[in-house]
């Protein structure tokens, strides 16, 4: 089936891998038309803002967008285009896979195995921006509240900031989890908090994670301190499957999972809602090396094997993660981030290492 595709290119190496995304996409054989809408620092000057309107419209219209980064300028008043996307987009699920791809440097002596699945909260939690400045020297109502409230006398020089955790929210996020971890045949759900302490926020989420469990017989589900998982997942991250957290949990452990399999230059990711998903890579914008022919593709690229999966083309999406996989394993076709000292090979430019890509593509 033909579709329409939104499709973000975004500034510094975004333009150069997406042209990597479209170029294995046409060898694919996979009918898309790709919808291309540009946005950040590259529009800015004549739109005057980061992510003019046209882009939401594009993704409601189509559904389904692919996003290379885009830069957020520092200090001018812009808010965040990714945070934006997801809070216009309802995009509640932020989806992480971590795996390791044989011929990736990584620091773990035996990462072969490690095989996550990072499902983090996406609107909740410290994350809802729900701050307050400390105010010496004026009447401070919420200080006064708080002091009534719960007996805890903060001193005026507190900054204060709110972590909310609704049981919806929970139940939302942890289904989705589940969910996913059913449609994948994956075997173990681990919700992740630190309801001991935080009994009334992360407490919610625990509870919300065990109800929803109970509808998923067949799925393990345990429970795990963030703390404990954190040492957990340096120590034995192969016996770990699908991980669901709340949002500032989340951030930490899919940076620190992405670091075990070898950085964020190979870790996809997706913002997902109920009516929209936005596939991108993880790393950033790289203006250190952009317009260079250096960006490694691999991200971008397993992010498309992910979109190519959820619209229905799960045949495409195996081809081209195991033409990437192929590429990388072979340590021949790859980029300089990608390389050991030592290595026989020179590295090879971004889209040299997309060509390699889409000769597997036709050849296995
Ligand atoms: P970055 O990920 O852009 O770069 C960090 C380092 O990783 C750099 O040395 C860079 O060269 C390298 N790198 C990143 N991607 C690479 C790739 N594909 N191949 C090879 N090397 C790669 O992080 P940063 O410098 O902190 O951020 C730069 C800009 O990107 C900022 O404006 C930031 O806001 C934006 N950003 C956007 C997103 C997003 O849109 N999802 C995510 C992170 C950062």
Redesign the pocket.
């Known amino acids: 089936m033909r579709r329409t595709v939104t499709l973000i290119p ?4 975004g333009p150069e ?1 997406t042209d990597v995304v479209k170029t294995c996409i046409s060898a694919l054989g996979v009918d898309i038309d790709w919808d291309i809408q540009n946005a ?2 590259a529009v800015i000057e004549k739109e005057k803002v980061p992510l003019p309107d046209r882009i939401l419209d594009s993704i409601r219209r189509n559904k389904i967008a692919l ?8 200090g001018k008043g812009f808010r ?3 945070v934006q996307l997801r809070k216009a987009l309802d995009l509640f699920a932020c989806l992480r896979p971590c795996k390791y791809y044989p011929g990736v440097r990584s620091r773990i002596t035996s990462p072969q195995g490690i095989d996550l699945v990072i499902v983090r909260e996406n609107t909740e939690d410290l994350y809802a921006g729900i701050e307050f400045m400390e105010s010496c020297g004026e009447d401070n109502p919420l200080l006064t509240f708080i002091r009534e409230n719960s007996g805890v006398d903060l001193g005026c020089d507190t900054g204060i900031s709110i972590k909310p955790i609704s049981i919806s929210g929970s139940e939302r996020i942890v289904t989705f989890a589940f969910e996913y971890a059913q449609r994948y045949g994956r075997k173990k759900v681990t919700g992740i908090d630190k309801a001991n302490i935080m009994k009334l926020s992360d407490g919610l989420f625990m509870q919300a994670a065990e109800d929803v469990s109970r509808r998923y017989p067949d799925i393990a589900y345990e429970h795990k301190l963030i703390d404990n998982m954190c040492m957990q997942l340096v120590q034995f991250p192969e016996k770990y499957d699908v991980l669901v957290l709340p949002n500032l949990y989340g951030d930490i452990i899919s940076d620190l999972a992405a670091g075990l399999i070898g ?3 190979v870790a996809p ?1 997706a913002n997902m809602g109920k009516e929209y998903a936005v596939f ?10 952009a317009g260079q022919d ?7 690229l397993l992010s498309t094997a992910l979109m190519l999966d959820h619209i229905g083309e799960s045949d495409a999406a195996v081809r081209l993660e195991r033409a990437i996989a192929t590429v990388i394993r072979e340590g021949k076709a790859v ?3 990608m390389k050991q000292a030592g290595d026989p090979h020179p590295p090879v430019g971004t889209r040299a290492m997309g060509q390699a890509i889409v000769e597997k593509i036709d050849s296995l």
Request: no cysteine.
């Open positions: 975004g500034d510094g190496v891998i950040g620092a996003k290379g980064p885009v830069e957020t300028p520092v965040s285009v990714n950085g964020l230059g990711g991108e890579a993880t790393h950033g914008s790289a203006p250190d090396i250096k960006a490694n593709p691999a991200g971008i980029t300089g981030d």
